[in-house]
């Protein structure tokens, strides 16, 4: 097994159709139990350089009934990933280990986690300053931590609470 490596790529605007793809099929495999559907992360967020990892959010009304959606969306190719970590959201993946081609988090429709990662995607979509500055701290993170994807990720949290926190203030004040 290799070692999955940050890999950013410019913009690619098929983002947005992958996206439309997945959340098709995954709508047509669990939508019953789909409050809500949203492409979150960087792929998002036009312009921005990203991992070419999809990141779609789905809102349900409980968390703990994602067991039964297990198998629904293995069917798919999601595969669960348990992550003791994650108390508010479970965590699948499509594609092989290391070179996935997209995430879905699952997550309480309007919980914390749901809000917080729309507020981040929204601010990021509205101000394109902290668009770009949020990409040349990946770039940078990316260089340093290239081998390292838990690190290169732990890195980029200070940035996205304070983005968070002034999302607040302008969307929700």
């Known amino acids: 097994m290799t070692k ?6 410019e913009y ?6 992958q996206f439309d793809n997945e959340r098709n099929r995954i ?10 559907i949203e492409h979150i ?5 036009k312009g921005l ?18 067991s039964a959606l297990i198998s629904p969306l293995s069917e798919i190719e999601f595969e669960y990933v348990p992550k003791p970590e994650l108390i508010f959201r479970r965590f699948f993946r499509k594609g092989l280990w290391g070179s996935g081609t997209c995430h879905l988090h699952i997550c309480e429709i309007h919980s914390t986690e749901w809000v917080e990662k729309i507020l981040f ?6 101000f394109p300053g902290a668009a770009q500055e949020y990409a040349l701290l990946k770039s940078e993170l990316a260089a340093k931590y290239k081998y390292d994807r838990p690190a290169y990720t732990k890195q980029k949290e ?14 929700l004040e």
């Open 41 to 45: 992360g960087s792929t998002s967020v």
């Open 12 to 17: 690619n605007a098929k983002w947005e159709d």
């Open 49 to 66: 350089k990203a991992k070419p990892i999809i990141d779609i959010m789905a809102g349900i009304e409980n968390i703990s009934s994602t």
């Open 4 to 9: 999955p490596f940050v890999n950013l790529n």
């Open 27 to 36: 709508i047509d495999a669990i939508g019953d139990e789909i409050a809500g």
């Open 121 to 126: 995607r929204d601010y990021l979509r509205k």
């Open 158 to 171: 200070p940035f996205i609470k304070n983005i968070i926190e002034k999302a607040k203030r302008e969307f």
